[in-house]
């Protein structure tokens, strides 16, 4: 890493990694993760030009794509509806990409939409392919988008971002769930929500009916960013996350140790982690 | 169609996510969730025969932990501060926001929500307050994102002054 004068850059690739297990219960993963880089690059191949250095800051655009997604359905669907969207948020990003470059207002603004876009194509795509008068599979995604230091979310369902900052964990995204919606709307209250099966119900789902959350948040160095789905955090708590988020060497030993944990207390469904520390990889 | 960036800023728990949530989507919940980074909503409005985009930057509240990173506050159009009438260091700590706010994004339409209204018998704030914000050229007005009094008037009257500027 290095201090160019107003704030830290990263070099070198991001210490990410991700990693989905079945769990000790169900027959099939419906799970999955994505983690993938977009460069875009001008590489100087001949010149007689003098300062060929002006170019070097071109070649350090970069952006991060990370996603999870947690598929739901009957027996094989789900992991149809995870896969589907996950691919074709994927393709749709690859094609799309061109715009994160510019970071004015109008340039940000555009981006976080064409990232909402991608979102869009990704639940229609597993409608149109699945979807029989709205009773087919369906995902929760989670996708951050790193362009250092900002990342940014888009998020449907119950799969979580989390990021960890000297030793403080925090969750970036809310659960979309009926239970939440119900306390929102002020119908329910939180131990009424307790008692029912809404806490786990989605009320936004790609496949289904989607409302994705906007946001993002600022890295600095040192943080670590997760993303899970629900077979994480329904058997270990915010404290044992930051632990291993903490303690962890490298992203791989985190997802290791994190799925360890899941499967440790039962394991009871797919588990699927992406992490992604804020050093460079060739800082460990 | 004109699009403007307005960053909603405050102390934590003024009630700068249930606002955006009343305007948006008329909805109020009491259960209290600290917004974590940026929260981004968008709402279109009709000003003065206008179309306006609103992109509704939330921020997280400045506390103990946290600052409100300038970062965030860059390109607004418009900068709507809340204060919880019924705490008075949201208020005071308000001067040193605007302070903040002021030096990364200039002289943008501003507007501070007194919220919390509806909590008439825990009010804390005076007229000398009143005054004070006057002086500095901020323009109040009283919100409750309970009941929905002036949360309209206030992100219109914000709308239409980004659009003036």
Redesign the interface.
Known sequence: MTDDGNRFTLEGPLDTYGMSHVGKVRQVNEDHFFIAAANKALTVQQTNLDNVQAFNHLKQSEAHLFVVADGVGSIGGGRLASGTAVQALGTYIGRTMGCYYSFDVEGENEFLENLENAVQHAHLTVQREYSSHGKGPATTLTMATLIWPRAYIIHVGDSRAYYLRQGRLRQITRDQTMGELMIDEGIMTEEQVERSSLSSTLSSAIGAEILPSVGLIDLELNDVLLLCTDGLTRHVGDDGIADILQSAHSAKAACEQLVDAALEGGGRDNVTVVVSRMVSAEDN | MI?K?ICMVGMFATGKTSLV?KFVYS?????Y?ST??????RKQVEVEGTTVKL?LWDLAGKDE?QDV?A??LR?S?GLFYVVDGTRRETLEQLYALHAMAHETVGDVPTIVALNKKDLTDQWLLQRDDYDALSDRGLYTLGTSAKTGEGVEDAFLWLAAATIKS
């Open positions: 699009q960036k949530q909805r109020f919940s009491e259960k969730h974590v980074g940026v929260k981004i909503d992109l932990f990173p970062s965030y390109g159009g």
